[in-house]
């Protein structure tokens, strides 16, 4: 099991840019792929990206494609979700998560990650 730590949420405005992180620990990151998902008040944890296990393949929400890049870096077994241009409609928790394996292809079900962090809040104002 690896252990998830989100960090960089914030409250910006709108086209405004974040960047949030992933931290992980426990086990290396090279042996994961990631995602990222996010969770409006009200709303279903919704997929955002993912990113397999060495970065070859990125998988987006049609919602964020052109505005929101994920990438990792397995040095530092840290993931990266990169929000340009954010929007209102952007606003929720988000929420990376690991699914051990060195897979290919795009896994964008909650069901399909084991291990989560807590979350970080990202709010937009208009």
């Known amino acids: 099991q690896v252990q998830l730590i989100e960090s960089g949420g914030g409250l910006v405005q709108t086209g405004d840019s974040l960047r949030l992180s992933c931290v992980a620990s426990?086990?290396?990151?090279?042996?994961?792929?990631m995602g990222w998902f996010r969770q409006a008040p009200g709303k279903e944890r919704e997929f955002v990206a993912n990113?397999?296990?060495?970065?070859?393949?990125?998988t987006y929400v049609d919602s964020v494609k052109g505005r929101f890049t994920i990438s990792r870096d397995n040095a530092k077994n840290t993931g990266y979700l990169q929000m340009n241009s954010l929007k209102p409609e952007d606003t929720a928790v988000y929420y990376c998560?690991?699914?051990?394996?060195?897979?290919?292809?795009?896994?964008?079900?909650?069901?399909?990650?084991?291990?989560w962090g807590r979350g970080t809040q990202v709010t937009v104002s208009s």
């Open positions: 990113i397999n296990w060495n970065g070859d393949e990125r």
């Open positions: 998560a690991a699914r051990e394996g060195q897979y290919s292809g795009s896994y964008g079900r909650v069901q399909d990650y084991l291990d």
């Open positions: 426990g086990r290396p990151l090279n042996n994961y792929g």
